[in-house]
T-cell receptor
C-alpha cells in the first residue's frame, strides 16, 4: 500500500544550525503538508503546497521556514536557524483531492531535537 | 477561527467494552472530518473520513458519525481490544485541500 515516507526519523541539531527534513509523498497526490507536534501538545498545521507553490501557511511558518519540491518525488522543510522551541515531531502529509475524497495520509514523522 | 475539542482526554476500559469518543468543532462549515489513531512516538494513521454530506462511516469495529449542524462527531469502537490502546485524534478540514485542524486527542487504554 502506498505510504508517505520521512527521513530522518530522528535528528539532533545545535541551536542556530540549519536542518532539512525530507518527505516522499504518495506518488499521485497533489497536496502536500507539514505539521508539527510539540511533546504533549496538539498537532499544528505549518504549511500546505499545491501546484508548486505554497497554498496556505500558519502564523508559525515564519521567515525561518521554507518548503521546496526539488524534483517530482521529494518535498522538504527547511528550518534556517533552529531554536530550542523548534524541538518537536514534524509530520509530512499528502492528499489527492478527487471530488470529495480528500483523505490525508501522514508519514511516521521526524523527531527534531534542538540542543 | 476553528477550534476542535475532544472529550474525554483519557479513557480506561476493560477489554470487550463498547466505547464512544467525542469530538466537537466550533465552526460547522466544514468540508470533511477525519479520525486518526496515534501510537506513542509514531505517526498518524487515518481511520475514517466523513464527508460533510455524510452522516456516518464504518470500518470494521469502528463507526464514526457526524452531526454537522451541531458541530459534533463521535467515534464508536465496538468490542474493544488491548491493541486498540492509542491516542485517537479528530481533525476537520474547511475546504478541499485546506489545512486540518486537530483536537487534543483522547488517550484510550484497553485493559486485558
Amino acid at each position: 500500500e502506498p505510504e508517505v515516507t520521512q527521513t530522518p526519523s530522528h535528528q539532533v541539531t545545535q541551536m542556530g544550525q540549519e536542518v532539512i527534513l525530507r518527505c516522499v509523498p504518495i506518488s499521485n497526490h497533489l497536496y502536500f503538508y507539514w505539521y508539527r507536534q510539540i511533546l504533549g501538545q496538539k498537532v499544528e498545521f505549518l504549511v500546505s503546497f499545491y501546484n508548486n507553490e505554497i497554498s496556505e501557511k500558519s502564523e508559525i511558518f515564519d521567515d525561518q521556514f521554507s518548503v521546496e519540491r526539488p524534483d517530482g518525488s521529494n518535498f522538504t522543510l527547511k528550518i534556517r536557524s533552529t531554536k530550542l522551541e523548534d524541538s518537536a515531531m514534524y509530520f509530512c502529509a499528502s492528499s489527492e483531492p478527487r471530488g470529495y475524497n480528500t483523505e490525508a495520509f501522514f508519514g511516521q514523522g521526524t523527531r527534531l531535537t534542538v540542543v | 477561527k476553528q477550534e476542535v475539542t475532544q472529550i474525554p482526554a483519557a479513557l480506561s476500559v476493560p477489554e470487550g467494552e463498547n466505547l464512544v469518543l467525542n469530538c466537537s468543532f466550533t465552526d460547522s462549515a466544514i468540508y470533511n472530518l477525519q479520525w486518526f489513531r496515534q501510537d506513542p512516538g509514531k505517526g498518524l494513521t487515518s481511520l475514517l473520513l466523513i464527508q460533510s454530506s455524510q452522516r456516518e462511516q464504518t470500518s470494521g469495529r469502528l463507526n464514526a458519525s457526524l452531526d454537522k449542524s451541531s458541530g459534533r462527531s463521535t467515534l464508536y469502537i465496538a468490542a474493544s481490544q488491548p491493541g486498540d490502546s492509542a491516542t485517537y485524534l479528530c481533525a476537520v478540514q474547511e475546504t478541499s485541500g485546506s489545512r486540518l485542524t486537530f483536537g487534543e486527542g483522547t488517550q484510550l487504554t484497553v485493559n486485558p
